[in-house]
C-alpha cells in the first residue's frame, strides 16, 4: 500500500508514521506537510532516510500541488491529520481553520476522486459533539450524538466530517471517520495542556488553569489512537464514523497536579487565569463501536502513559527547548500576558 498522510510533521500524525513503518515494513508512506508553526521537521528525522518514506511540503489547500503529488504517487489511501488543532487560536482568529480544515479536505477528496476513487480517512475529534455537563456522568458520546459544535475549531471540523460523508453518499467515494479523544505522548506541541504544564513547571513557571479547572477531557495515550486509525484502515466499513476513547476522564486541575507531583514541585505554581471563551465542560466517548466490530482496546493505562510522557520530555529537550525559543515566546505572552 502506498499512503499518504497529511499533517504528519504534527503531533499525532508522526506517531501514526512511526507507527505504520514498524507494523506494516512492507507499506510506503508520503507525508504531506505545510509545515505550519505546529509542523516539526526535526520529528520526523528518524524516518528521512527510510526508503519506504517521503516527506514533501504541501499545503493541502493547494489544488495544483496535490493532484501534481497524487500523479506522481498514485496513493492507495489518504489519511488526513492536516489541521489547524488548537481550540485557543481558533478563538483568536478564526480565518486559516476554515481554509486547512474545510476547504483543505475538499481539496484531498476531490484528488481522490479524479484518481480513481482513492480510500480516504478523516481524522476527526470528539469535540464536533460539543460537550456533556458535569453532572451526568452517565452521558457519553456515541456516533449518533448529534454534531453541537462550540469553538471555531471544533465547527471546522465538523463541517470537514459533514463534507466527508456527502462526498461518500454523493459520489460514492470510500471514506472513514474517526472522531477521538484528546490525545497525549510524544512530539505534542507545548501549547496543549499536558506538554505546557510539564515544559512550564520544570522552568518552575506559573501553571496557568482555565477557569477553576474542573473541566473534563478524555485522555487517550497517542499510541492508542494510531493504532485505531490502522485498524479502521484495514477492517473498518465504508462510510462509518467510529469514536475512539479509552474512558479515562480526568479534571484538569487533577491532571496539573498530578504533573507537578511527578515533578517534585509545588502546587503553590497553580495560577488560576480567565477562563476560555466557550469552554466546553466534559468530553466522553463511548468506544463500543470500535471495540465491537474491530476489537479495538486502550493498551496503555493513564497512570503509566502520562510517566511514559513525562520522561519524554525530560529526555528530548532538544526537541522542545527550539520551539519555545522561537515564535511561541510572542504566542506565550499574547495568550498569557494579560490574563488574569
Ligand atoms: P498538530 O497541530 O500537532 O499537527 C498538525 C499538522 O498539520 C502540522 O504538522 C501542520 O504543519 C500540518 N498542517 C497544518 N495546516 C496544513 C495545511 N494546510 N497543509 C498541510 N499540512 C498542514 O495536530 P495534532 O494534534 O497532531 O492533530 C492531528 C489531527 O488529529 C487533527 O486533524 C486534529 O483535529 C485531530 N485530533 C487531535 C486530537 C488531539 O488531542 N491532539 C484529538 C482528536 C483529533
Ligand atoms: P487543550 O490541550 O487545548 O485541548 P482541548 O481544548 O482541545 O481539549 O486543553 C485541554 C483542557 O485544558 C481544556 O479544558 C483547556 C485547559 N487548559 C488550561 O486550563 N490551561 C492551558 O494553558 C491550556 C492550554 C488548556
Known amino acids: 500500500m502506498n499512503y499518504f498522510v497529511t499533517g504528519g ?150 463541517s470537514a466530517d459533514l463534507l466527508v460523508l456527502a462526498y461518500y453518499r454523493t459520489y460514492g467515494l470510500p471514506v472513514t471517520i474517526s472522531r477521538c479523544s484528546n490525545n497525549y505522548g510524544p512530539y505534542h506541541f507545548p501549547e496543549k495542556l499536558i506538554p505546557l504544564m510539564i515544559i512550564n513547571c520544570l522552568h518552575d513557571k506559573p501553571l496557568p488553569v482555565y477557569g477553576e479547572g474542573l473541566n473534563v477531557r478524555d485522555w487517550l495515550y497517542v499510541e492508542d489512537h494510531c493504532r485505531a486509525i490502522d485498524l479502521i484502515l484495514q477492517k473498518g466499513r465504508i462510510g462509518e464514523v467510529y469514536n475512539v476513547g479509552g474512558h479515562n476522564e480526568m479534571r484538569n486541575i487533577d491532571i496539573v497536579k498530578l504533573i507537578i507531583h511527578e515533578l517534585g514541585k509545588s502546587e503553590d505554581l497553580i495560577t488560576y487565569v480567565a477562563d476560555r471563551k466557550g469552554h466546553d465542560l466534559r468530553y466522553a466517548i463511548d468506544p463500543e463501536k470500535i471495540h465491537a466490530e474491530l476489537g479495538w482496546l486502550p493498551e496503555t493505562k493513564f497512570a503509566d502513559g502520562i510517566k511514559k510522557t513525562i520522561r519524554w520530555y525530560l529526555d528530548n529537550e532538544d526537541w522542545w527547548k527550539p520551539i519555545i525559543s522561537g515564535e511561541y515566546q510572542h504566542y506565550y505572552e499574547k495568550m498569557y500576558g494579560n490574563r488574569e
Do not use: W
Request: include cysteine; charged fraction near 25%; glycine fraction near 4%.
Open 9 to 158: 510533521a504534527g503531533f499525532i500524525g508522526s506517531n501514526f508514521i512511526f507507527h505504520m513503518l514498524r507494523e506494516h515494513p512492507e507499506d510506503r508512506i508520503v507525508c504531506l506537510d505545510k509545515l505550519t508553526y505546529a509542523g516539526n521537521l526535526s520529528t520526523l528525522s528518524p524516518v528521512m532516510n527510510d526508503p519506504h518514506f517521503r516527506f514533501c511540503k504541501v499545503d493541502i489547500c493547494d489544488r495544483e500541488a496535490v493532484n501534481r503529488l497524487f500523479d506522481e504517487e498514485h496513493p492507495d489511501a489518504v489519511v488526513n491529520f492536516a489541521a489547524e488543532s488548537h481550540v485557543d487560536r481558533s478563538i483568536e482568529d478564526p480565518g486559516i481553520f476554515l481554509q486547512t480544515n474545510i476547504i483543505g479536505t475538499s481539496v484531498l477528496m476531490d484528488a481522490c476522486r479524479s484518481h480513481g476513487n482513492v480510500r480516504y480517512h478523516q481524522v476527526s475529534t470528539d469535540e464536533v459533539y460539543g460537550d456533556l455537563p458535569l453532572d451526568r456522568p452517565d452521558l457519553f458520546f456515541t456516533e449518533t450524538t448529534p454534531i453541537h459544535t462550540s469553538s471555531p475549531y471544533s465547527s471546522s471540523k465538523a
